[in-house]
């Protein structure tokens, strides 16, 4: 029998494992994928941060952690700083 049958299983195992490194975690999106799950996070507390994890049914065990959308890094930059 698996351990993760539902999305809300998923979103559990995803949110567990993220608790590890980020304070603000909010769970957007979870998808079955038949072996695997693929759960979706926003994990910036300011800015939007998107981070997919892909969670196995059977074990539940995080297969993937991937961040989907960084922003550059504005360190060392001062308001008014422009690029030219």
């Not at 980020?22 to 079955?32: E, F, M, Q």
């Not at 038949?34 to 196995?56: C, H, Q």
């Not at 065990?61 to 422009?82: Q, W």
């Amino acid at each position: 029998m698996p351990i993760v049958e539902t999305a809300e299983d998923a979103i559990m195992m995803a949110d567990d494992f993220l608790s590890r490194y980020y304070t603000w975690k909010h769970p957007l999106t979870a998808r079955n994928n038949g072996d695997s799950w693929t759960v979706l996070f926003d994990v910036g507390a300011v800015a939007t941060r998107k981070i997919k994890m892909k969670v196995d049914c059977a074990s539940g065990k995080i297969l993937e952690f991937v961040g989907l959308d960084y922003p550059e890094t504005t360190e060392g930059m001062e308001a008014g700083d422009s690029d030219n």
